[in-house]
């Protein structure tokens, strides 16, 4: 599919066609990726999407412990030494 850019103010931009946006779900906000020469126009998505469902699954299954529990309790060498309250 071809285009033309055209002016916007100081800028210049292109017009996307309803059906398009459509077909690929583009919302009010988009991200613009340049890679290669080429601009790469997809949805934004949402940052930490999901994450509060995944977290509770993980507390669910008991999945959501320290892997490094012992390291991170146990003092270290500064903590003895140079650590005053």
Same mark, same amino acid.
């Given at each position: 599919?071809? @285009?033309?850019?055209?002016?916007? /103010?100081? &800028?210049?931009?292109?017009?996307?066609?309803?059906?398009?946006? =459509?077909?690929? /779900?583009?919302? $009010? =906000?988009? %991200?613009m990726i340049l890679k290669d020469?080429?601009?790469?126009?997809r949805s934004a998505e949402q940052?930490?999407? /999901?994450? $509060? &469902?995944?977290?509770?699954?993980?507390? %669910? *299954?008991? $999945?959501?412990?320290?892997? $490094?529990? =012992?390291?991170? *309790? @146990?003092?270290? %060498?500064?903590?003895? @030494? %140079?650590?005053?309250?």
């Open positions: 599919m071809k @285009t033309k850019l055209v002016r916007i /103010g100081n &800028s210049q931009g292109i017009r996307i066609p309803k059906p398009v946006i =459509e077909e690929i /779900g583009l919302s $009010d =906000e988009i %991200e020469n080429q601009i790469i126009l940052t930490r999407k /999901g994450w $509060d &469902s995944a977290f509770e699954r993980m507390a %669910e *299954e008991q $999945d959501d412990q320290l892997i $490094d529990k =012992e390291k991170v *309790e @146990t003092p270290s %060498e500064w903590d003895e @030494t %140079e650590w005053t309250w």
